[in-house]
Antibody
Framework: EVQLVQSGAEVKKPGESLKISCKGS????????IGWVRQMPGKGLEWMGI????????RYSPSFQGQVTISADKSISTAYLQWSSLKASDTAMYYC??????????????WGQGTMVTVSS | QSALTQPRSVSGSPGQSVTISCTGT?????????VSWYQQHPGKAPKLMIY???KRPSGVPDRFSGSKSGNTASLTISGLQAEDEADYYC???????????FGTGTKVTVL
Protein backbone atom coordinates (compact mmCIF):
# COMPACT_ATOMS: atom_id res chain seq x y z
CA GLU A 1 0.00 0.00 0.00
CA VAL A 2 1.31 3.42 -0.97
CA GLN A 3 1.23 5.75 2.00
CA LEU A 4 2.75 8.80 3.61
CA VAL A 5 2.99 8.80 7.39
CA GLN A 6 3.68 12.10 9.11
CA SER A 7 5.16 12.84 12.50
CA GLY A 8 2.91 13.73 15.41
CA ALA A 9 1.42 16.99 16.60
CA GLU A 10 3.75 19.65 17.96
CA VAL A 11 3.29 22.48 20.46
CA LYS A 12 6.05 25.08 20.35
CA LYS A 13 6.82 28.59 21.55
CA PRO A 14 7.49 31.54 19.25
CA GLY A 15 11.12 31.67 18.22
CA GLU A 16 11.70 27.93 18.58
CA SER A 17 12.81 25.72 15.72
CA LEU A 18 10.95 22.70 14.40
CA LYS A 19 11.36 19.93 11.86
CA ILE A 20 8.40 17.70 10.94
CA SER A 21 8.64 14.56 8.85
CA CYS A 22 6.81 12.56 6.22
CA LYS A 23 7.82 8.94 5.57
CA GLY A 24 6.86 7.34 2.27
CA SER A 25 6.34 3.62 1.77
CA UNK A 26 5.00 1.23 -0.83
CA UNK A 27 6.62 2.96 -3.80
CA UNK A 28 9.96 4.20 -5.14
CA UNK A 29 10.48 7.25 -2.89
CA UNK A 30 13.19 8.75 -5.10
CA UNK A 31 11.02 8.78 -8.23
CA UNK A 32 8.09 10.95 -7.13
CA UNK A 33 7.88 14.59 -6.11
CA ILE A 34 6.78 15.21 -2.52
CA GLY A 35 5.05 18.46 -1.59
CA TRP A 36 3.86 20.29 1.51
CA VAL A 37 0.47 21.99 1.94
CA ARG A 38 -0.57 24.31 4.76
CA GLN A 39 -4.08 24.69 6.14
CA MET A 40 -4.52 27.32 8.80
CA PRO A 41 -7.42 26.80 11.23
CA GLY A 42 -10.72 27.23 9.40
CA LYS A 43 -8.97 28.28 6.18
CA GLY A 44 -8.16 26.87 2.78
CA LEU A 45 -5.27 24.90 1.34
CA GLU A 46 -2.01 26.65 0.48
CA TRP A 47 0.75 25.09 -1.60
CA MET A 48 4.12 25.59 0.08
CA GLY A 49 6.71 23.77 -2.01
CA ILE A 50 7.99 20.49 -3.39
CA UNK A 51 11.10 18.36 -3.47
CA UNK A 52 12.29 15.61 -5.78
CA UNK A 53 14.01 13.16 -3.42
CA UNK A 54 16.06 11.66 -6.23
CA UNK A 55 18.22 14.77 -6.62
CA UNK A 56 16.80 17.16 -3.94
CA UNK A 57 15.55 19.62 -6.58
CA UNK A 58 13.31 21.96 -4.56
CA ARG A 59 10.76 24.64 -5.49
CA TYR A 60 8.94 27.02 -3.17
CA SER A 61 5.88 29.21 -3.27
CA PRO A 62 6.94 32.88 -3.06
CA SER A 63 4.81 33.09 0.09
CA PHE A 64 6.98 30.50 1.84
CA GLN A 65 10.40 31.06 0.26
CA GLY A 66 12.84 31.92 3.04
CA GLN A 67 10.28 31.07 5.73
CA VAL A 68 10.64 27.27 5.66
CA THR A 69 13.09 24.67 4.37
CA ILE A 70 12.08 21.50 2.58
CA SER A 71 14.51 18.60 2.52
CA ALA A 72 14.58 14.83 2.09
CA ASP A 73 16.67 11.88 3.20
CA LYS A 74 16.27 9.25 0.51
CA SER A 75 18.12 6.64 2.57
CA ILE A 76 15.13 6.50 4.93
CA SER A 77 12.41 7.58 2.45
CA THR A 78 11.56 10.66 4.49
CA ALA A 79 10.82 14.26 3.58
CA TYR A 80 11.03 17.15 6.02
CA LEU A 81 9.60 20.61 6.56
CA GLN A 82 11.47 22.82 8.96
CA TRP A 83 11.37 26.25 10.57
CA SER A 84 14.29 28.04 12.21
CA SER A 85 12.15 30.49 14.18
CA LEU A 86 8.44 29.80 14.55
CA LYS A 87 5.77 32.48 14.71
CA ALA A 88 2.23 32.28 16.05
CA SER A 89 1.04 32.62 12.46
CA ASP A 90 2.68 29.25 11.66
CA THR A 91 -0.07 27.56 13.66
CA ALA A 92 -1.70 25.23 11.13
CA MET A 93 -2.18 21.70 9.88
CA TYR A 94 0.58 20.67 7.49
CA TYR A 95 0.06 17.91 4.94
CA CYS A 96 2.68 16.17 2.86
CA UNK A 97 1.55 14.97 -0.56
CA UNK A 98 2.88 12.69 -3.27
CA UNK A 99 2.47 13.46 -6.94
CA UNK A 100 0.37 11.06 -9.02
CA UNK A 101 3.23 10.33 -11.43
CA UNK A 102 6.96 11.19 -11.54
CA UNK A 103 6.00 14.35 -13.45
CA UNK A 104 6.21 17.60 -11.48
CA UNK A 105 3.07 18.88 -13.17
CA UNK A 106 0.83 16.14 -11.93
CA UNK A 107 -1.79 16.13 -9.19
CA UNK A 108 -1.40 14.98 -5.59
CA UNK A 109 -2.83 11.49 -5.20
CA UNK A 110 -1.49 10.46 -1.79
CA TRP A 111 -1.87 12.66 1.27
CA GLY A 112 -0.33 12.22 4.67
CA GLN A 113 -2.60 12.31 7.71
CA GLY A 114 -1.42 15.80 8.57
CA THR A 115 0.72 17.25 11.35
CA MET A 116 -0.84 19.92 13.56
CA VAL A 117 1.65 22.57 14.61
CA THR A 118 0.61 24.94 17.40
CA VAL A 119 2.80 27.93 18.21
CA SER A 120 1.85 29.74 21.38
CA SER A 121 3.58 31.51 24.21
CA GLN B 1 0.98 34.32 -7.40
CA SER B 2 -2.67 34.74 -6.35
CA ALA B 3 -5.05 31.99 -5.30
CA LEU B 4 -7.48 30.76 -7.93
CA THR B 5 -10.99 32.15 -7.45
CA GLN B 6 -13.82 29.83 -6.45
CA PRO B 7 -17.31 30.64 -5.20
CA ARG B 8 -17.51 30.56 -1.45
CA SER B 9 -20.43 28.13 -1.43
CA VAL B 10 -22.84 26.24 -3.65
CA SER B 11 -25.82 24.12 -2.70
CA GLY B 12 -28.26 21.69 -4.21
CA SER B 13 -30.86 19.11 -3.33
CA PRO B 14 -30.15 15.38 -3.52
CA GLY B 15 -30.17 14.23 -7.12
CA GLN B 16 -29.50 17.68 -8.54
CA SER B 17 -26.31 18.85 -10.22
CA VAL B 18 -23.97 21.55 -8.98
CA THR B 19 -21.01 23.15 -10.72
CA ILE B 20 -18.05 24.81 -9.05
CA SER B 21 -15.95 27.25 -11.04
CA CYS B 22 -12.23 27.90 -10.61
CA THR B 23 -10.91 31.02 -12.31
CA GLY B 24 -7.24 31.71 -12.82
CA THR B 25 -5.07 33.28 -15.49
CA UNK B 26 -3.25 32.33 -18.64
CA UNK B 27 -0.22 31.61 -16.42
CA UNK B 28 -1.94 28.80 -14.58
CA UNK B 29 -5.39 27.39 -15.44
CA UNK B 30 -5.40 28.72 -18.98
CA UNK B 31 -1.82 27.77 -19.73
CA UNK B 32 -1.76 24.09 -18.82
CA UNK B 33 -4.03 21.06 -18.77
CA UNK B 34 -3.02 20.24 -15.20
CA VAL B 35 -6.02 21.25 -13.12
CA SER B 36 -6.99 18.99 -10.24
CA TRP B 37 -9.82 18.97 -7.73
CA TYR B 38 -9.81 17.84 -4.10
CA GLN B 39 -12.63 16.99 -1.71
CA GLN B 40 -12.16 17.60 2.00
CA HIS B 41 -14.54 16.47 4.70
CA PRO B 42 -14.25 18.13 8.13
CA GLY B 43 -11.26 16.90 10.08
CA LYS B 44 -9.98 14.79 7.19
CA ALA B 45 -7.16 15.04 4.71
CA PRO B 46 -8.15 16.13 1.21
CA LYS B 47 -8.84 13.50 -1.45
CA LEU B 48 -8.04 13.72 -5.16
CA MET B 49 -11.25 13.69 -7.22
CA ILE B 50 -10.18 14.94 -10.67
CA TYR B 51 -6.76 15.36 -12.29
CA UNK B 52 -5.50 16.61 -15.64
CA UNK B 53 -8.70 18.71 -15.96
CA UNK B 54 -11.11 15.82 -16.52
CA LYS B 55 -9.62 12.46 -15.48
CA ARG B 56 -10.99 10.53 -12.53
CA PRO B 57 -8.79 8.39 -10.28
CA SER B 58 -9.87 4.84 -9.69
CA GLY B 59 -12.67 4.67 -7.15
CA VAL B 60 -14.07 8.17 -7.72
CA PRO B 61 -17.73 7.99 -8.82
CA ASP B 62 -18.43 9.02 -12.40
CA ARG B 63 -20.92 11.64 -11.21
CA PHE B 64 -17.84 13.80 -10.63
CA SER B 65 -16.60 15.42 -13.83
CA GLY B 66 -14.21 18.18 -14.75
CA SER B 67 -13.76 20.55 -17.66
CA LYS B 68 -11.95 23.72 -18.65
CA SER B 69 -12.59 26.68 -20.91
CA GLY B 70 -9.98 29.38 -21.21
CA ASN B 71 -8.85 30.49 -17.76
CA THR B 72 -11.75 28.83 -15.94
CA ALA B 73 -11.99 25.20 -14.86
CA SER B 74 -15.15 23.59 -13.51
CA LEU B 75 -16.12 20.64 -11.36
CA THR B 76 -19.62 19.26 -11.80
CA ILE B 77 -21.26 16.90 -9.36
CA SER B 78 -24.25 15.19 -10.93
CA GLY B 79 -26.84 13.31 -8.90
CA LEU B 80 -25.80 15.03 -5.70
CA GLN B 81 -25.64 12.80 -2.63
CA ALA B 82 -25.49 13.58 1.07
CA GLU B 83 -21.91 12.34 1.30
CA ASP B 84 -20.84 14.92 -1.30
CA GLU B 85 -21.27 17.66 1.29
CA ALA B 86 -17.70 18.86 1.80
CA ASP B 87 -15.20 21.53 0.86
CA TYR B 88 -13.77 21.39 -2.64
CA TYR B 89 -10.50 22.92 -3.84
CA CYS B 90 -9.12 23.30 -7.31
CA UNK B 91 -5.40 23.38 -7.97
CA UNK B 92 -3.45 24.28 -11.08
CA UNK B 93 0.09 23.83 -12.29
CA UNK B 94 1.62 27.26 -12.89
CA UNK B 95 5.04 26.66 -14.40
CA UNK B 96 8.32 25.18 -13.22
CA UNK B 97 9.43 28.13 -11.06
CA UNK B 98 6.41 28.20 -8.72
CA UNK B 99 4.60 25.06 -9.78
CA UNK B 100 1.25 25.09 -8.01
CA UNK B 101 -1.56 27.30 -6.79
CA PHE B 102 -4.75 26.27 -4.98
CA GLY B 103 -8.20 27.76 -5.29
CA THR B 104 -9.93 29.58 -2.46
CA GLY B 105 -12.23 26.64 -1.76
CA THR B 106 -15.96 26.05 -2.10
CA LYS B 107 -18.30 24.60 0.49
CA VAL B 108 -20.89 22.30 -1.08
CA THR B 109 -24.09 21.94 0.92
CA VAL B 110 -26.66 19.24 0.21
CA LEU B 111 -30.04 20.65 1.15
Amino acid sequence: EVQLVQSGAEVKKPGESLKISCKGSGYSFTSYWIGWVRQMPGKGLEWMGIIYPGDSDTRYSPSFQGQVTISADKSISTAYLQWSSLKASDTAMYYCVRHLTPMMEDAFDIWGQGTMVTVSS
Amino acid sequence: QSALTQPRSVSGSPGQSVTISCTGTSSDVGGYNYVSWYQQHPGKAPKLMIYDVSKRPSGVPDRFSGSKSGNTASLTISGLQAEDEADYYCCSYAGSYTPFVFGTGTKVTVL
